[in-house]
Each structure stands twice: as C-alpha cells, then as structure tokens.
C-alpha cells in the first residue's frame, strides 16, 4: 500500500483507519466471506460446455493455472481450444492458440528422448523424417494440419513430425529396455449400462513431465466429423470423440520388432477419429502398415465396441460377447498370442490391472454407468502402479521416466459428452465437456 502524506494529523488519520478496514474487509471477501467478482466469475464457469466458454478460446487458459472451486479447494486444468475450417488454417489456428503448450513438449520430449531412451534431438529429427512420406500418403489433410501448426507456431516442421512420431521414434530407436507406461481402457455396451448407454474411457498414464503440455481441442473439420479430445499439443489425434457418436481409447503394447516405416500411431489415430462408423474406423488401422505395436478401443453411440491389437503388419479384433471391454498394456487377442510381447515383462503391473477392471466391470453389468467407471479409475490394486498410477511416490519421482496417471476420461457417446480429470482422478474432479 503506498503510503499517504497529509499535512493535518486528524484527516490523515481517520483516512488510514478507513484504508485499513478496506483492506481488511477485501482480505475477508478472500478467504471465504463475501464472493469477489473473479470468484463468481470462475463459479459460473463451473461445468459449462467448453465451445459455450469464449474466454477460453480467447484467453487460451494456460494448464499450470488453477481455477477456485466451490469451499475454496483449487483445481487443475486442462486449456480448451476450439479451430475449425480447411486443415492448413485449423493447423495455424492451433498453433497460434497452442504455442506455449507445443513448445513446453518439445522441451519435455527433447529431455525425455536424451535421458530415458539416449536419442538425443538432431537424431530424431532425422528419423522423423522418413514418416513424412507415410503421413502424406496416409491422409494428405493430416500432414496439413501438422504444416499449419508449424506455421501457427512459429516453429520447425519437423519438430513437429517428431512430436507425431514420438512412440515410433521411442520403440524403433531408442536405447532403453521398456517403457513406462500404464494406460486402462473400459468399454461398456448399452445391454450392461445402467441407462442402456454407451460407455469408454481410460486413465492415460504417461510421462509426469507432459501435464502442463496437454490441451483439450474440438476441431470442426466440415464435411468429417467435428472432433473432440485431449492430446498433446502438437499431436494430430489421440482420445476422444466425434460428432457422429465414435469414441476412441488407446494403449501402448509392444513386440520384439523393429517397423520398417510405417503411418505413426497418433496419426491412425486422428484416421479413426475421421471416421463416422466402426468399419470404417477399422479400416483406418488396417489400410497401411502402423509404425509401431497399439491397442484401439473403439465404440459407437448405436451401441457396439471393439478392440484391435495391431502390430506393425497384422492385427486381431476382440469383440465383447457379455458387453464389456477392458484393456491394458498386453496382448490377449488370440491371433496375437504367439508373438514375443515385451510388455508382458516390461510392465507386469498390466496383468493385475486387467484384471482388477475386469472383475470390477463385469460384477456390476447391468447397473453400469459413470460412477462405476470412476470407481475402477480410481483403484488403488498393486500401489503406486495400479490403475490409478502414482508415478511421484516412486523413489525416481523427478526422474524424466516417471509416469503417472496424467489424465482420466469417461465418454458418453449417446449425449456426445466426456467427463475428464487433469491429473489422478482420486485428487481431481471430473469436468464435463461436450461437442457443439
């Protein structure tokens, strides 16, 4: 408070004491008396479908923020960004709205490559290179987008394809045994659910150091289907949505190969979120060689799912008989058997927790619904690597190999709404959003 200068000591006084019940009563008003103006602001927030909020397409919230909830209990969050029009405009919308978020992951990946894996930056970038070709061929729109977010951005192209090729350049080249990784995936179908929806989501767990870098983006794509999801901002396609009722969850698995080329897996995964039935989002996995090993849980508001264990040249489909899917880090399709899966030795908490979601899923059939998710989520079966992964009460916390659970989704594909956490979900509240 600047200080006051008054010739007459009485005046100055009584305007001191007047200041200073002014200051008290604000300071009030901020620990829980009367709401100030940016409380109610941020109240009013509260649950509201992200495309409604302009502030936060303008504003581009930035994820290290934290929003005041109801009790004054703060909250992460995860920026919303909506883009739309022909893909090399939404590309530089997003990287104008995203710069901050796409330039902390490539920071983060060029410490993570070097430490974890001893790829260092320059040798990444080379290999990314040999996957432009594949893009391109794959879906030309797709390779677009990653050109506008370069230039959005004001970034190098290829940095960019690296962010897109990351698991390919992490299984393929880099130097390290495994990696640390513990996604879980659930699908129920309307004949288990409680309200006779269709029910998916995960807990995707991942490198601790990604947070402040994850963005939730609905991209209208017009004529495809407007798009939904949270990713790493700079990716193209990763978990989500779209408006005509696809939802999409993924795992990381992984096989004793090396892929010779191939269309990276977090585009494949922007090619089923392109598509607007399960045939065609199939067809999207099968149509080319992947560049790596992944697990695609997919399903549709009509009322069907199915899993897909692809490899880089072959793949096997599970559908779910009794109506519930589950998934974690290895490969339990039956074509897929045979195969030397390092996951089953890199992650042996996979097991459990397939099993855990199982047991749990199943034993609720017919009373399914969001809340049976979050309980499964929430799990703490085989601590600190359950289902719910607490990567920071492991002894090498600041270690960039860490992983934890970085966020937790539950969509809803009838009412086109996902619930989604920033962080562990047993920390951090569910918040909702919803396509336009």
Sequence with gaps: MDRIWCDNDCKCERYRIFLLALYLQLLANERGGKPTRTQLKNKNRKNTNPWRVKSAIQNNQRASQHESRDGGQEMNTIPFIRVSGPAIERGRQLGELAKEQI???ITMYRQYFQEVYRVDWDEARAYATTYVPWIEQYDMEIMDEIRGMSEGANLDLLDLVVLNARSEIIINIGKAHSVLDGCTCLAATPIVTKEQEMLIGQNWDWNHLISPGMIVVEIDQSPKPTILMVTEAGIVGKIGMNSEGLGLCMNFLGMDEVSEGGVPIHVVLRGILNSNTLPKAIGQITKL?????????????????????????????IYPLDGCTTHTNHFIAPRMLNIEDTKRNGIPDTHLRQGVATRLLTTQSGSIDAETFKRIFTNHAGHPVGICRHGEAMADAE????AKTVFSIIMNLNKGCFELTAGNPCENPYETYCLK
């Design 103 to 105: 330039s902390q992951n």
């Design 289 to 317: 060689p992947r560049g790596t090993s992944a697990n695609y849980m997919i399903a549709h508001k009509e009322g069907e799912s199915v899993d897909v264990e692809a490899t880089h040249n072959d793949y096997d489909v």
């Design 399 to 402: 270690a960039a190999g860490t």
